[in-house]
């Protein structure tokens, strides 16, 4: 089957999905841009997971890369998956480490049987990944990962984000 993909101008937060992506810091505790805005509109709920969480599996915090399902609180999604995107760097390949944080949500939500996931676009906020070349890789990976995901819905914030997303599809 064939994951579909969507793309939305507006607020992550205010999705309805089975999983929203959270672009999460290490620390699985809340901060600034998407990861603060979960938080504060998913509630104490997710917070108290991600502190179990710390003090279990992830004592040193989640790795770049990889990805976590917690609850979603009080968002309209069952769950939010926690994803640590990587900052970019001009000297250092790190796409490898942003495509990983798609497939890595992707398998998550498959283990849970989600069937919509809405993600933002990982790593152009304060990581300064740019945004056409972030589009690109989230787009080719969502595309190249096997999945019983049956909608991907990409979440952007502003215009110029959308119009590089719309410009990796057909």
Known sequence: MTTAITLVRGDITRQSADVIVNAANSSLLGGGGVDGAIHRRGGPAILREC?????????????TGQAVATTAGDLDARW???????????DED???LLA???????????????RTVAFPAISTGVYRWPMRDAARIAVETVKATGTAVEEVRFVLFDDPAHEAFAGQLP
């Open 100 to 114: 990983s944080c798609y497939r890595e949500c992707l398998r998550v939500a498959a283990e849970l049987g989600a």
């Open 51 to 63: 502190r179990a969480l710390r003090a279990s599996r992830y004592g040193k915090g989640l790795p």
């Open 94 to 96: 790190r796409s490898g």
């Open 80 to 90: 939010v998956i926690h994803t640590v995107g990587p900052v970019y760097s001009p």
